[in-house]
């Protein structure tokens, strides 16, 4: 130790031997026990905070002969601990948890064209959303080798539909974790692993892509696996809603390679279940619907541009963490040209502004009790404007087909930990 301050070289001895010299040799502990803060803290902690017993050890089992120092040194630990629970202290207002929404619909119904050209370009939603679009490129470029699983799974069906919708969901888990992080007070989220359950897979495996041991793997972790990542969970769903003939129309325009494969038939298949799951119909297309009835202190808040088009999802077939989960059904079967009609992008934007105002205030507003209470109450069932066809605003209603309700509802064996 030189006479002119303190060698942190020198300093590196043995603590007990320094903290029982000088004031001078105190202060150079003082240094040593900062870089020694957590186990000093933890001891502090098991002393149950008391100074008193703290002073005692530095003083017995460090070897601190001044009891002046052992009381500085506890004194510093005191204040670092009390600091540290006025960060963490549960008291204070945590950040408001945004909203997250996932955007469904067939292939080539539009989706892209609504996140990018509505949600990205109007004054109503680009300061609200940020948008998370389908990690299509991590399924064109796999690994070192540079694999396109998507390509695989259009060309070999049969031999890539597990593997394929396994990566699906691994990317999405991916996706929702890198974007978990976000500011705006809505998440805009490009499909769902509810989709991939409830539409493409069954879709591979009633088409005998996905056989019956390959169908029960899949169901025997999708729950467990849901379950413990509740930021998959949306709090609401928007529906983009198309005729199968439109969107091969759309996809035969935009002419993705990997799709060359993709039949009318196809995309008949898919829309039957998406309309199964968000649109579920009763009755073997008699058109009627078994709607939700809002939460009686809801009643009347939805916004008249959005009234007709808004439900919770229910029903056997659904799976129990989007039960109750509303919707908002959007019409896509018209093509317009955004560039021109701004005012029709504009009435997108308004209503899933407004549908999520509806949401928020929901989830604000509605105490927890009220919503247990209204857990499976349900409004006799319902006829929908246009003979039971869907209701559309300033377009043409179009039926919808007769649902096949079955579904192998996935049950787990174990719970997750």
Known sequence: MGNGGCDT????????????????????????????????????????????????????????????????????????????????????????????????????????????????ETIELRDLVEIVPEPIDKWQ???????????????????????????????????????????????????????????????????????????????????????????????????????????????????RSEEGGVTLDYLQGLHEKHESWLLPS???????????????????SLPPEIQDRVFYLEGNHMHSSIQKVPALVLDCEPDIDFNKDIEAKRQYARQVAEFFEFVKKKKEEAPSEQLSADKGRMNPQVMLPNRGRLWVPEGNPFAGSPMNMDFRRAMSSYIST
């Open 282 to 300: 009763k009755g073997s297309g008699s058109g009627i619907l078994s709607v939700s009835q809002l939460p009686m202190h809801m009643e009347g």
């Open 9 to 120: 070289g020198v300093c590196n001895v043995d603590t007990a031997h320094l903290l029982a010299k000088s004031d001078h040799d105190a202060r150079c502990s003082l240094h040593l026990v900062t870089k020694q803060m957590a186990v000093l803290i933890t001891l502090y902690q098991f002393f149950g905070k008391s100074s008193e017993q703290m002073v005692e050890f530095l003083q017995s089992s460090v070897g601190i002969v001044h009891k002046n120092h052992a009381e500085s040194i506890t004194s510093y630990i005191k204040e670092s601990v009390d600091e540290e629970l006025k960060d963490t202290d549960s008291s204070k207002p945590t950040q408001k948890k945004r909203l997250t929404f996932c955007v469904e619909g067939n292939i080539s119904v539009g989706k892209t064209t609504f996140l990018q050209r509505i949600a990205n």
């Open 141 to 255: 470029d796999v690994g070192p080798d540079h694999f396109n699983i998507l390509d695989a799974f259009y060309a070999e069906p049969h031999r890539y539909a597990y593997t394929f919708q396994n990566y699906v969901f691994v990317t999405r888990v991916m996706q929702e974790r890198e974007s978990q992080s976000g500011i705006k007070p809505l998440r805009l989220m490009e499909r769902s692993v509810f989709s991939d359950r409830m539409v493409f897979v069954r879709a591979v495996h009633e088409a005998n892509w996905m056989n019956e041991m390959e169908i029960s793997i899949y169901d025997s972790w999708f729950d467990p696996v849901v379950s413990s990542l509740p930021g998959l969970i949306p709090d609401g769903f928007i529906y983009l809603r198309a005729s199968p003939d439109t969107c091969h129309k759309r996809m035969m325009h935009r002419r």
